[in-house]
């Protein structure tokens, strides 16, 4: 996280935000493919694959929509270096492009098994599906870990105060606290709060920073 340090009487308090610290290439795409790039490389190699088996069936088409899932892939990895948080826009690109490569990996696999190995179209079939069924367990095991390691911010103590702030204060009352809960505080005690996510580098946040210290 860059140092909140400045000259300026007013801090910009989105450098704390954790989503929008700058990364170097190799942690975006650690962020977004946890096999260190195994995924990525199969999408882009499934994009290639795709453009090369119906360049001559499409023509323009083809290159079209390789160029068009190239560049937003690369721009996205590269917006995420300036932020962590951008590098979620290249999930589309990226879910294509694997979808792409599993579609040409399945072709073969079933081309081999019943050209090359002489099996029944459905064995090719359940081959394809066993194979899936390997990835997609690693899939779900990384989002279930993912689920254990993160927690909801919303709990009964948040809930019970304020509920308690929204039944008993005036219409009119302010919550004051640091940034991160606000928009929690306006949905569930539905009454205004004087520094949010939205206001970060408004004049609020060194005031209500002094308030606090």
């Known amino acids: 996280i860059v140092s909140t340090s400045d000259t300026n009487v007013w801090p910009n308090v989105l450098r704390t935000v954790l989503e929008l610290r700058q990364a170097t290439m190799m942690e975006v795409i650690k962020i977004i493919d946890k096999t260190g790039g195994v995924f990525l490389s199969m999408a882009i190699i499934g994009l290639i694959a795709t453009l090369l088996r119906r360049d001559k069936k499409n023509g323009i088409e ?115 606290s640091w940034w991160d809960f606000g928009y929690i505080f306006i949905a569930f005690a539905d009454r205004p709060v004087t520094f949010d996510g939205g206001s970060q580098n408004t004049p609020q946040a060194h005031w209500v920073g002094k308030f606090f210290l």
């Open 62 to 176: 083809g290159i079209k929509y390789f160029v068009l899932f190239c560049l937003w892939i690369a721009v996205t990895l590269w917006a995420g270096t300036k932020g962590s948080r951008f590098v979620l826009l290249a999930v589309p690109a990226v879910g294509v492009g694997l979808g792409a490569w599993a579609d040409i990996v399945a072709f073969y696999i079933r081309l081999i098994a019943t050209k090359t190995l002489k099996l029944k179209q459905v064995w090719g079939t359940c081959i394809v599906i066993g194979v899936s069924f390997m990835f997609t367990v690693y899939m779900v095991n990384a989002a279930a870990q993912v689920g254990e390691e993160v927690l909801p911010n919303m709990e009964d103590s948040w809930w019970n105060a304020l509920t308690k702030i929204k039944e008993e204060s005036k219409p009119n009352a302010i919550i004051t």
